[in-house]
C-alpha cells in the first residue's frame, strides 16, 4: 500500500497534477470509513453522519 502511494504521489509531482492528490486522500479515507461501518460495532454512529 505505501508503495502505491508513493507512485501516485511521483505521478502527480512529475506530470504536475497536485489535484489528484486531495481527490486521492479522500477516496481512501472514504474507503476507510466504510469498511470501519462492515465490520465492527462503531456502524450505527458513522450511519448518522450521512
Do not use: N
Not at 18 to 32: A, C, D, E, F, Q
Amino acid at each position: 500500500m505505501l508503495e502505491l502511494l508513493k507512485d501516485l504521489w511521483g505521478f502527480a509531482r512529475e506530470r504536475k497534477k497536485y489535484w489528484l492528490v486531495p481527490l486521492v486522500g479522500t477516496l481512501v479515507l472514504l474507503s476507510i470509513l466504510v469498511a470501519l461501518a462492515q465490520y465492527s460495532a462503531v456502524a450505527p454512529f458513522i450511519y448518522t453522519l450521512f
